[in-house]
């Protein structure tokens, strides 16, 4: 299984204010993704990065609001941008394994004040 | 996204007990996934189904993946105080790409 680092674990923002959370995989991965998870809530796919290539949103997620990079084969980013109280959530990243297993990082909680 | 159906929605038990709940999806799925939220973390892999009719253990955790392809159920035998946590169950249909998720089944459990 891929070993997944996010940084930071946890932040509190100001509204208005951006925050970048940073994802390394200890292997090459064709595809990483992005989850939000709110309070209480399930996960909810909002992009999925490939390298060399615009990352693919999913519905009522914008690349506005939510600019990813992902500059190598082991490394992406996630940028909350504009933040208000709602963004108050966890962010996840993820990566396949070979199998078609998702693994993920131990997340970013992200609070909005 | 495909919507999952998980159930129960939370458990609370005492240590010692059985423990299984349940997933259903409206389409066929390719692939099911169990996964285990602790507070604070991401989820962690309890056990992967890839074929229809397979049952899988891990330890006292059994999953099967259901023969109509729409269903799976994790058992948790002779429960302790460390399997408290969110349960997710997840998949992957024949129409996408994307790894769907139910809402999680809490369990807590008791001394």
């Known amino acids: 299984s891929a070993v997944i680092s996010q940084k930071p674990s946890r932040d509190i923002c100001q509204r208005g204010t951006s925050l970048t959370i940073q994802c390394q995989v200890d292997s090459q991965v064709t595809m990483m993704f992005w989850y939000r998870q709110q309070p209480g809530q399930s996960l909810t796919l909002i992009a999925t990065?490939?390298?060399?290539?615009?990352?693919?949103?999913e519905s009522g997620f914008v690349i506005d609001k939510f600019p990813i990079s992902r500059p190598n084969l082991t490394f992406s980013t996630l940028t909350v941008s504009n933040m208000s109280p709602e963004d108050s959530s966890i962010y996840l990243c993820?990566?396949?394994?070979?199998?078609?297993?998702?693994?993920f990082g131990q997340g970013t909680r992200l609070t909005v004040v | 996204g495909q919507q999952l159906n998980q159930s129960p929605q939370s458990m609370f038990i005492q240590e010692g007990e059985d423990v299984s709940m349940n997933c259903t999806s409206s389409s066929i799925f390719n692939t099911w996934l169990w996964y285990k939220q602790d507070p604070g973390e991401g989820p962690v892999l309890l056990i992967a189904l890839y074929k229809a009719g397979e049952l899988t253990s891990n330890g006292r955790l059994t999953a099967q993946f259901g023969i109509t392809r729409k269903d799976s159920f994790l058992n948790i035998s002779a429960s302790i105080p460390s399997d408290v946590g969110i349960y997710f169950c997840?998949?992957?249909?024949?129409?996408?790409?994307?790894?769907?998720f139910g809402k999680g089944t809490s369990l807590l459990v008791t001394p």
């Open positions: 993820s990566v396949e394994g070979a199998g078609t297993e998702a693994f």
């Open positions: 990065a490939n390298q060399g290539s615009e990352a693919t949103y």
């Open positions: 997840a998949g992957y249909s024949n129409s996408g790409y994307a790894l769907n």
